[in-house]
């Protein structure tokens, strides 16, 4: 089994900072990529952030240039370093790991979900 927990978040003004933390345990033979997804109430969850275990890095159009995912997939921690939040950011985010425990089977494991707050 895979755990994985985020850590950060909270309540933050317009135009503050943030950042989030995720780690990731348990049976990994290899992680193949992190990611950060969020939901705000009533909508669809949606992809924020990835990274690779290339370090190729892609963001939502709503977030570049204001979000930056980095992290050591070879310890399978992941960051997203929020800056200039904007009210429309509110949402839970989680964290999901895409990783290989054995073979070339390949599973996802989602984080708990962190709250992210901003007001206006």
């Known amino acids: 089994q895979v755990q994985v927990v985020e850590t950060g978040g909270g309540l933050v003004q317009a135009g503050g900072s943030l950042r989030l933390s995720c780690a990731a345990s348990?049976?990994?033979?290899?992680?193949?990529?992190m990611s950060w997804y969020r939901q705000a109430p009533g909508k669809q969850r949606e992809m924020v952030a990835s990274?690779?275990?290339?370090?190729?890095?892609n963001y939502a159009d709503s977030v570049k240039g204001r979000f930056t995912i980095s992290g050591d997939l070879a310890k399978n921690t992941v960051d997203l370093q929020m800056n200039s939040l904007k009210s429309e950011d509110t949402a839970v985010y989680y964290c999901?790991?895409?990783?290989?425990?054995?073979?070339?089977?390949?599973?996802?494991?989602w984080g708990q979900g962190s709250q992210v707050a901003v007001s206006s």
């Open positions: 999901l790991v895409n990783v290989t425990r054995d073979g070339d089977n390949q599973f996802d494991y």
């Open positions: 348990g049976i990994i033979f290899r992680t193949n990529a």
């Open positions: 990274i690779t275990s290339g370090g190729r890095a």
